[in-house]
């Protein structure tokens, strides 16, 4: 869940999304979305359109087919009843020398789109040009390419950085903010993004927060805030405890006992812990499955083998392998209000689970996860679990997974939704 954009690779193109003459896109908005918008706009009166099947645009700071996990677990649900709009900025390109923009059907899901953009680094950091050309773009998808299909939507932030460009400018009929990580903690984040995180939560229909500490935080600035924590896809990941389920070949030669861990490897890794895991037993394998970023260099030990970023369909296959699922978190600003939704998913393998003490992690998952409050203590509830695995708390895994699926979830924030929006139908109209 770092922050981005991700997803850098090069695109290259002969054209432009844009070629042509700019429309005015002069449709009106919301009084409250107006106040919040930065740019001036005197709209027509129009009765405020509300519907059930709302489309959704959605501004997120990661990229579709980078790491599965919360956005593309909520959206790809609610893509069975909403036509969604996926926009991403990645990375800028040296040999752009203009904007593009490049759309796609998702895989799998029919009704969601994906508009990523991408900038010349030469004008990456002219902030007010960005937040312009952002805007124009997907106005011009959605009068082009997208004609009639995301007219009234809900927008939906994942990402503060988009605020000025799209809070307010689409037409929505309400604003959705899942505040999935503490952003501004984060190594690299830009200086700006509090106060537009800010705007976002004066502006929001409705808030939902990824982890218990992040809502005590956001609900103080947004009355309609909900905890959603992880949920998980019990039926997927326990395909780690099916016979048939197929070892990968970079790591069914590892020496057994494998303490293992999936998921991005950045600042929030507790990078000494993993040294003194390899040193303590050279009989212990230490997995690490997931992308490396914003880290320059990672320790190098004979027994910790750093195996890259894979599938999500791959992850159960490399869960069956481990005899350990690992949550070795540094205790730092980018671990202070993380909720990660990998507890869950390590639950519905059976496997016995370590972490270190993050604090959602001992609020939530206490009962179940093994919590560490040092090195030492880590090292020796490793040992233990490999000794032997605490049945009842595999038990209590099992059953807590099972009551936190992802399409629970998702229908209680449909239904928040609709509960902040409907209403407004008969009440609300732009003047």
Same mark, same amino acid.
């Given at each position: 869940m770092s922050y981005a954009p991700l997803g850098s690779e090069l695109i290259v193109t002969n054209g432009n999304l844009s070629t042509g003459e700019r429309s005015s896109f002069s449709k009106p908005i919301s009084k409250r979305a107006r106040r919040l918008s930065s740019s001036p706009i005197t709209p027509e009166p129009k009765q405020r359109s509300f519907r059930a099947d709302f489309p959704i645009i959605v501004h997120c700071h990661l990229c579709w087919d980078w790491v599965w996990q919360r956005p593309q677990q $909520?959206?790809? @649900?609610?893509?069975? #009843?909403?036509?969604?709009? =996926?926009?991403?900025?990645? *990375?800028? &390109?040296?040999?752009?020398?203009?904007?593009?923009?490049?759309?796609?059907?998702?895989?799998?899901?029919?009704?969601?789109?994906?508009?990523?953009?991408?900038?010349?680094?030469?004008?990456?950091?002219?902030?007010? $040009?960005?937040? @312009?050309?952002?805007? #124009?773009?997907?106005?011009? =998808?959605?009068?082009?390419? *997208?004609? &009639?299909?995301?007219?009234?939507?809900?927008?939906?932030?994942?990402?503060?950085?988009?605020?000025?460009?799209?809070?307010?400018?689409?037409?929505?009929?309400?604003?959705?903010?899942?505040?999935?990580?503490e952003l501004s903690k984060f190594r690299c984040a830009p200086p700006q993004i509090r106060m537009r995180e800010k705007k976002l939560l004066a502006a929001a229909d409705v808030v939902f927060t990824g982890g218990r500490k992040l809502w005590e935080a956001k609900k103080l600035q947004n009355e309609n805030c909900h905890f959603y924590g992880c949920g998980v896809d019990v039926s997927h990941f326990g395909k780690a405890r099916q016979a048939d389920t197929a070892i990968p070949a970079d790591i069914a030669p590892l020496k057994k006992p494998v303490l293992g861990y999936f998921g991005v490897v950045d600042e929030r890794m507790d990078y000494e812990l993993l040294v003194k895991l390899a040193e303590a037993n050279p009989d212990w394998s230490i997995a690490m499955v997931g992308p490396q970023i914003k880290v320059d260099t990672v320790p190098q030990r004979p027994n910790l083998h750093w195996l890259g970023q894979k599938n999500y369909l791959e992850l159960p296959a490399y869960c069956k392998a481990f005899d350990v699922c690992m949550m070795p978190f540094a205790l730092n600003e980018a671990t202070e209000y993380i909720n990660p939704t990998k507890a869950l998913e390590y639950m519905a393998t059976g496997k016995p689970i370590v972490s270190s003490a993050v604090a959602d992690v001992v609020t939530n998952f206490g009962a179940v996860v093994n919590i560490a409050r040092s090195h030492e203590q880590f090292i020796a509830l490793c040992r233990e679990a490999i000794a032997k695995a605490d049945a009842a708390r595999t038990e209590a895994g099992l059953k807590q997974a099972a009551e936190n699926s992802w399409d629970s979830i998702v229908a209680q924030l449909e239904k928040h939704i609709t509960d902040a929006l409907a209403p407004k139908e008969k009440t609300e109209v732009v003047a």
């Open positions: $909520f959206l790809s @649900r609610l893509s069975a #009843r909403h036509k969604i709009l =996926f926009v991403e900025t990645i *990375g800028p &390109d040296p040999q752009l020398a203009s904007p593009v923009a490049r759309f796609w059907t998702a895989p799998n899901f029919p009704n969601i789109t994906i508009l990523r953009l991408q900038f010349p680094s030469w004008r990456w950091a002219d902030g007010p $040009f960005v937040d @312009r050309e952002r805007r #124009r773009l997907v106005k011009e =998808f959605i009068s082009g390419p *997208g004609a &009639d299909q995301f007219e009234n939507p809900v927008q939906w932030f994942y990402d503060p950085m988009a605020v000025p460009a799209f809070l307010g400018q689409m037409d929505e009929v309400g604003v959705v903010y899942d505040c999935m990580d």
